[in-house]
């Protein structure tokens, strides 16, 4: 590339910061290096707003990956607060060694370069082999406390995440065999530009196979049921900061991916409508997770399985279509990040205090550790979709849409909301009410990124800014 | 494209779906990983074989790669690990052999309809290569799938990649990016299973995925 711009920056940057920081051994001085570098690639990608370079054969930035860019590199900079807290308190206690603290700072970065460029992508192999760079980093971060749990997950999660990513590549040589004939040979068809420009005269029916791998693959990283048994075990064993990441973030890559493909077919009129499909997987993975939510110990593992839900819920939005329910899904998808990452920054810091995960081992955190048990209490009522907070809005959004043109699919969508939220409210009252229960140990945490988060989702539900609204209904116009 | 061109690579493409059927019945970690090398040897030459008719001299390179590390280096590492493990004979399927054939059977007839009848428009050696493909990924999967044993799931993925190249080289044209990507990942892939093996070694005393269901978060 030539002069640096934006988009480089948002690439280079995280891939510098990992070079250094797998050299660097100190851990303050890591920690804070990983910090500036998010903050530099939240600065590169907030300014991809107002100036972005042409498309070329490899790099694009419209504006529905600008928002998904910019949301990732938001979450990514606030995690990395978190997660200086939350690791200088892992290396005290010494459930990490100063070697995996470096380890995982250069991971971390690595992470955020391949969820960048699987964003920016605009040739549709590159993307594949960015979210394969993005599965095999989480996996090694899963994996990184060494424990029996940990290694159960992390294998789970690699073998499930690389068959997804076998499918989906499978569906990505179906796609091009489909362009081949009309674009021609080489680079060209494979370019996502090009390829929806010309989908029109594509064969349908190799097209519609192809989505079906793709769906099932990259289905699997969005954590659909019934692809998500990894999602749980992996959220659940591995480090806080990336469970937050996996949930705010890789999830939501993965549900780019199959955005972008779905925008393919809907330009060819011939294809099969990728629509019904997502639907009933959105709908699956809802009314699965929910009732899973009831039965769960580990208080991380719960928040998993919410997070399976609400990747259903989007998916379901997504697959209904339409300006309002895309522009749901986006307004959803945006409020499910903000707010499922700071409650896993919560979750995070009460597991520390307590010294475990165990929900039974939690009781009135509101009276011993106010500040994350109101935090916690906050997060989950937002999660669970009351007013005012912003989840609220989408989900009436969602299922307001949904009633104009489908009432039985709502009133089974309402059923699956209604099954989640008294699950949550179950277990949030033992955890933050009544007498205090278990070790109160004092943590070292940052609340900063937690209520950082939580006031813009509070924000957003009382007040939409107009050009906020202008720009999701743009891009919900775009997905179609 | 002359007969004897059709003929050659439909031929190596067939081999290789016979081979994933001979992995399906191997009761010894041994045996399996030499079919897995001849599987990896015959993607070889069938790449080979595909960079020649096509005039896509990159093409060599993906072959080059798919002899030397997949038929070699990988075959004689796993050999190793397994050596030190002594677990050589520990294999259990999940499901007969019978059954297992039986299955992977309609798995292939399943792709052949699949995959012969949505590709009327491509020419008919990239038709069969995307059928025959298929059937590879599919009984990668399904061995996955029957088989308890790490190791063995290793193998049945790493037949499941071999499927995949022979895909993406039967896709004519298809830009290197791709081929240079499933081979980088699959070194990547390969250095995570290394380290794997050796860790649940080190917590488990057993390559059995079963054993490790004991230590579910759930159960505790």
């Keep these: 590339m030539m002069t640096f711009d934006a988009l480089t920056g948002v690439l280079l940057v995280p891939l510098a910061a990992a070079a250094l920081l797998a050299m660097l051994p100190g851990y303050r001085v890591s920690a804070r290096l990983n910090v500036v570098a998010t903050t530099l690639t939240l600065v590169c990608a907030a300014s991809l707003f107002f100036k972005r370079p042409q498309p070329g054969p490899y790099l694009l930035v419209d504006d529905l990956n600008a928002t998904f860019i910019v949301l990732t590199t938001f979450v990514g900079f606030t995690t990395s607060i978190f997660s200086a807290s939350y690791i200088g308190h892992e290396l005290a206690i010494g459930r990490l060694t100063p070697p995996f603290v470096r380890f995982y700072h250069a991971m971390y970065q690595v992470l955020m370069f391949a969820m960048n460029l699987a964003l920016v992508a605009n040739n549709i192999g590159l993307m594949w082999v960015a979210i394969e760079l993005a599965t095999l980093t989480t996996v090694l971060m899963v994996g990184i406390y060494r424990t029996h749990e940990a290694l159960e997950a992390a294998w789970k999660y690699f073998i499930l995440g690389s068959v997804g990513i076998a499918l989906a590549l499978f569906g990505t040589v179906l796609v091009y065999m489909a362009a081949r004939p009309v674009v021609g040979e080489g680079l060209d068809a494979m370019v996502w530009t090009v390829l929806v420009k010309r989908a029109g005269a594509f064969d349908p029916a190799l097209l519609d196979v192809a989505f079906v791998f793709l769906l099932l693959g990259y289905g699997t990283k969005v954590g659909l049921a019934p692809l998500h048994a990894w999602l749980p075990d992996a959220h659940a064993e591995g480090p806080t900061p990336i469970s937050a990441v996996l949930s705010g973030l890789l999830l939501n890559v993965a549900l780019y991916a199959l955005l972008r493909f779905k925008m393919l077919l809907a330009a060819n009129a011939a294809a099969l409508a990728p629509g019904p499909l997502m639907v009933t997987l959105g709908l699956v993975s809802l009314l699965f997770a929910a009732f899973m939510l009831y039965r769960r110990r580990d208080i991380k593992r719960m928040f998993a399985y919410s997070s399976i839900e609400h990747m259903g819920i989007i998916t379901f939005a997504f697959g209904m279509g339409g300006p309002l329910a895309n522009f749901a899904g986006l307004l959803h998808m945006t409020m499910h990040s903000l707010t499922k990452s700071a409650i896993f920054f919560a979750v995070g810091h009460i597991a520390q205090a307590k010294g475990t995960q165990r929900i039974a081992d939690m009781g009135g955190l509101t009276e011993t550790h106010p500040l994350l048990g109101w935090g916690l209490i906050l997060g989950v009522v937002a999660i669970a979709g009351l007013p005012p907070l912003g989840i609220f809005m989408s989900e009436f959004l969602v299922v307001s849409s949904t009633f104009a043109r489908a009432p039985l699919l709502a009133i089974i969508l309402v059923a699956g909301l209604l099954v989640g939220l008294a699950g949550l409210f179950l277990r949030l009252n033992s955890i933050a009410f009544g007498e205090p229960r278990g070790p109160v140990g004092k943590p070292t945490a940052s609340y900063a990124p937690m209520f950082a988060h939580l006031a813009i989702v509070l924000a957003a539900g009382v007040y939409m800014p107009p050009a906020l609204v202008g720009w999701f209904q743009n891009i919900a116009g775009l997905l179609g | ?220």
Excluded: C
Excluded at chain 2, 158 to 184: D, H, Q, R
């Design chain 2, 1 to 220: 494209m002359s007969r004897i061109d059709f003929d050659v690579a439909h031929l190596l493409a067939g081999s290789l779906v016979l081979i994933s059927f001979l992995e399906l019945y191997q009761d010894r970690l041994y045996s399996l990983l030499n079919v897995y090398a001849a599987h990896a040897l015959v993607l070889a030459a069938s790449v080979a074989w595909q960079a020649f008719v096509q005039d896509a001299p990159h093409l060599y390179v993906t072959a080059a790669i798919a002899l030397l590390f997949k038929a070699i280096v990988i075959p004689v590492a796993l050999h190793r690990i397994i050596a030190r493990l002594g677990i050589h004979r520990e294999i259990e399927n999940v499901v007969g052999v019978g059954l297992a054939m039986l299955a992977g059977m309609g798995l292939v007839a399943l792709s052949m309809v699949v995959m012969l009848r949505v590709t009327h428009g491509a020419d008919p050696l990239a038709r069969e290569d995307l059928a025959f493909a298929l059937s590879v990924v599919l009984l990668g999967l399904l061995m996955m799938v029957t088989r308890r044993n790490a190791v063995s799931q290793v193998v049945g993925f790493m037949s499941l990649e071999n499927g995949l190249v022979l895909a993406a080289t039967g896709a004519k044209g298809m830009p290197l990016v791709v081929e240079i990507s499933v081979a980088f990942s699959i070194l990547i892939a390969f250095i995570v299973i290394g380290i794997f093996l050796f860790r649940i070694r080190e917590r488990f005393d057993t390559v059995d995925v079963q054993a490790l269901d004991r230590y579910r978060g759930e159960q505790r």
